[in-house]
Structure formats: structure tokens, C-alpha cells
């Protein structure tokens, strides 16, 4: 079945700095990759979200790229800011059973 | 104010009490699903239903159940409950409207402690 591994568990990255958090899956017929983000005591929400029929999608300082041949997707975060503190998560749709498939999380730390 | 809603927020209970985790959404939603969070492990599927009276296994469904009378309630049943499955939970929901699942929505989370 599909396998999603995210690197890295943990990212700890100065103000202003950029950062980035990658994902590998193992079935090639996934087309749907959205990232979460987690903060403390919440749910889960959407940050952004690309589809196989693209490799790149931006949205202000978040942005996403797709590998399909490498079976990879990073999501990159510029210009850093305390509120993006959180614990963020891939996710990668099953297509058998529209299931999402969750990689473990990386927990990013803003340094100021 | 478009929400997913689950009660109780915690719950401490003992081996083998029986538990609902109710979970209501105001979307109209067809799609609503649980999952499980464990430390290192991410967020585990464990039932999903695609609509009224339409359930399905997850990854991890042992000692679960569900249930889909209404569109807008998924609660999840512990029937007895055992310490592995401590955890935080969450429900969530999504359109469909022709197509898969895109955007879940969740709710605020459940933390159960089974003792």
C-alpha cells in the first residue's frame, strides 16, 4: 500500500530564514498532495495543495513543488515569522479509496 | 461559523467502559472520517463514510466502531475501551460533489486516556 515519509521530524530554523520539509510516497498513481499545519491544541488545517498535473504552486510566502518521477513533494516556507511555529504534515490521496495517506509530521521552530 | 464540532474536548475513562466521541459538522458535508494521532506515528484513518449509511474500514479500525444515520453527525464507539488505544482524535469532513475528497476539515480534537 502507499507509504509516505516525511524529513524532517524536527526543523528549527532562525526568524526570516527559509524553510523546507520534504516527502516521498511510494505509489505513482497518487495525485492529489496537500500539506497541513497543526498548531498546539488544534486541528489540522490546509495550508495549500498540488495536483500531479502540476510541479510548483505558490501562495504568498508557502509554496509547493512536485517531483512525480522522483515520487517526491516539498513544501517551502519563506521569510519565516513566530507564527509559523507549528507542526505541519503531508498528506498524500489514495485514489483506490479516496483515503489520505499521512506522513508523521515535522515540527518547525522559529528561532527569534 | 462553518465548524466541525466533537464533545467531550478530554476524557479520562477505565478498561472495558464503554465511550461515544460525538462529532457534528455544518457544512453538509458528505464525506466525514476519524483519525487517531499517536506521537511519531501521524494521523491514522480509522472508519470514513462517503455518505448517510456508507461506512468504511480505515488503517486501524480495531475496537472501533461508527455509525451514519445523519448527514451531519459521525459518532465514533468505543465499546471497550483498552489503554492502547489512548490517544488524540479527531474528526474530520469533506466535500465530495462528484469527485474525491479534497479539503478536510477538522475538528478541535478528543483526548482520551483509557487507564
Known amino acids: 500500500g502507499e507509504n509516505v515519509e516525511q524529513h524532517p521530524s524536527t526543523l528549527s530554523v532562525q526568524e526570516g530564514d527559509s524553510a523546507v520539509i520534504k516527502c516521498t510516497y511510494s505509489d505513482s498513481a497518487s495525485n492529489y498532495f496537500p500539506w497541513y499545519k497543526q498548531e498546539l491544541g488544534k486541528g489540522p488545517q490546509l495550508i495549500i495543495d498540488?495536483?500531479?498535473n502540476v510541479g510548483e504552486k505558490k501562495d504568498q510566502r508557502i509554496a509547493v513543488t512536485l517531483n512525480k518521477t522522483a515520487k517526491h513533494f516539498s513544501l517551502h516556507i519563506t521569510e519565516t515569522q513566530p507564527e509559523d511555529s507549528a507542526v505541519y504534515f503531508c498528506?498524500?490521496?489514495?485514489?483506490?479509496?479516496?483515503?489520505?495517506?499521512w506522513g508523521a509530521g515535522t515540527k518547525l521552530i522559529i528561532k527569534p | 461559523e462553518a465548524q466541525v464540532t466533537q464533545n467531550p474536548r478530554y476524557l479520562i475513562t477505565v478498561t472495558g467502559k464503554k465511550l461515544t466521541v460525538t462529532c457534528s459538522q455544518n457544512m453538509n458535508h458528505e464525506y466525514m472520517s476519524w483519525y487517531r494521532q499517536d506521537p511519531g506515528l501521524g494521523l491514522r484513518q480509522i472508519y470514513y463514510s462517503m455518505n448517510v449509511e456508507v461506512t468504511d474500514k480505515g488503517d486501524v479500525p480495531e475496537g472501533y466502531k461508527v455509525s451514519r444515520k445523519e448527514k451531519r453527525n459521525f459518532p465514533l464507539i468505543l465499546e471497550s475501551p483498552s489503554p492502547n488505544q489512548t490517544s488524540l482524535y479527531f474528526c474530520?469532513?469533506?466535500?465530495?460533489?462528484?469527485?474525491?475528497?479534497?479539503?478536510?476539515?477538522f475538528g478541535p480534537g478528543t483526548r482520551l486516556t483509557v487507564l
Open positions: 498540488i495536483r500531479s
Open positions: 498528506a498524500v490521496l489514495r485514489d483506490s479509496n479516496y483515503q489520505l495517506i
Open positions: 474530520a469532513s469533506s466535500i465530495i460533489a462528484g469527485g474525491p475528497p479534497d479539503t478536510q476539515y
